[in-house]
């Protein structure tokens, strides 16, 4: 790792997201760290760098299902972060060539089914050869997997916890991100999703069912309308990932945890966001296995490449508030806040962060290599970090 030219290089920087990710790291990178951009097309790269000011040297185009194109570029580098999705077709190619050369890997997939099966196929791999592999490093799953390890730090080895969060967001849709939820449609992927033992293999972790887990109402914990979380079943899979590996480190969260997420959509005059909110989930569930559906979506919808206006972006934001409980009684909150599109922004500033705290801090991270995730590889060094660097996080008083 000492002698490789670059410390990181981005993949995908000349689409949406991947742009604002190399701006980010023109813009935020200490300048004794070496980084480079990739993408698939030269003149779109080229504009990029010219945007940046970046060398050519700085610049390299690769085809992330060319194996050989893959190859070249991620030997170049320690860390290798991505913003190519679907990770389910752009993916695989750059997992298998970090865990076949050693090489740390972020990115900002929500597709848990795939990093199940990566894992599955290079995971040894990846751990033999001293890689760390961090998925889930965007808003899916940063805020949830943070929280549910600073909430669970709260508590004294208790034997039941059940955390609770509810967000508040504002922004707009990313084409990416749509692209990737229909493809888990297409691929059948999200059939998965009601296993919460997806990601956790043979592990001792127990888990019990959130109470209320998929409620539709009004919600007195918070005095809200409330709806399922649209992205609960990627994160609770993230969360409850986590506390398995903590357990392995004889860290534990607690015996048995719990974890659901859903949407704070107004005060009990105004139902109309949570009606807005509930038609749209239930449409999504009920017709998003359906192809004409899906065209009709893939019409409507921004296209990959595209997103949300540079205003809905910058003002934008996501608001969490999480409640932890144990079997004794005993309770601890805390809320969570970063202004900015969710999607967007946000994506951009906990990837590149947890990035830099990787390429700045490699000495201090956790020992464990292969698969983890952002909570489990960084623990309360990435929530500092982030804190220090505009997240807003609070623990809430008694």
């Given amino acids: 790792m000492a002698s490789k030219p670059f410390d990181i290089i981005l993949i995908g920087a000349t689409g949406f997201t991947g742009e604002r990710a190399a701006h ?42 060319n194996k050989e ?9 320690k ?85 609770k969060a509810y967000y508040s967001i504002s922004g707009g849709f990313n084409g990416g991100t749509i692209a990737t939820m229909l493809n888990k449609f297409e691929t059948g992927e999200y059939k998965e999703m009601n296993n919460p033992r997806l990601l956790l293999d043979q592990s001792d972790q127990l888990i019990h069912p959130p109470k209320q887990g998929q409620f539709f109402g009004y919600d007195k914990n918070i005095n809200r309308w409330t709806a399922p979380f649209i992205m609960g079943a990627i994160n609770s899979k993230v969360v409850y990932k986590s506390a398995s590996i903590m357990r392995e480190m004889e860290k534990p969260y607690a015996k048995s945890i719990s974890y659901s997420e859903h949407s704070s959509l107004g005060k009990w005059y105004n139902p109309l966001p949570f009606l807005f909110i509930a038609l749209m989930l239930f449409s999504l569930t009920i017709f998003g296995p359906h192809k004409w559906f899906r065209t009709f979506l893939k019409k409507i919808m921004p296209a990959p490449g595209e997103g949300p206006s540079e205003d809905q972006i910058q003002n934008g934001y996501f608001k969490m508030k999480a409640i932890a409980n144990d079997s004794e009684g005993n309770h601890a909150s805390l809320t969570m806040s970063y202004p900015g599109d969710p999607g967007n922004k946000s994506t951009v500033f906990f990837l590149c962060e947890s990035a830099l705290c ?32 505009g997240l807003q996080v609070m623990i809430d008083p008694e």
């Fill in 79 to 163: 860390i290798v972060i991505t913003t190519v999705g679907p990770f389910s077709l752009y993916g695989e190619e750059v997992i298998a060539a970090c865990a076949k050369f050693g090489i740390h890997y972020l990115d900002i997939t929500g597709e848990v089914g795939f990093i199940k099966k990566m894992k599955d196929r290079y995971g040894d791999l990846a751990e033999k050869n001293g890689a760390k592999f961090i998925p889930f490093s965007g808003f899916d799953s940063v805020p949830a997997d943070l929280s549910a390890f600073i909430l669970a730090r709260e508590f004294d080895k208790p034997k039941n916890l059940s955390i």
């Fill in 69 to 77: 194109q893959v190859e070249a570029v991620v030997k170049l580098t």
């Fill in 24 to 65: 980010y790291l023109n813009d935020h990178a200490p300048d004794d760290l070496n980084w480079g951009i990739a993408a698939r097309n030269s003149d779109k790269l080229s504009a990029v760098a010219d945007k940046l000011i970046l060398s050519p040297d700085r610049c390299f185009t690769v085809d992330t299902t």
């Fill in 358 to 389: 990787l390429a700045e801090s490699e000495e201090n991270i956790i020992e464990t290599n292969g698969f983890l995730t952002p909570a489990s590889a960084f623990g309360m060094k990435l929530a500092v970090r982030l804190q220090q660097r």
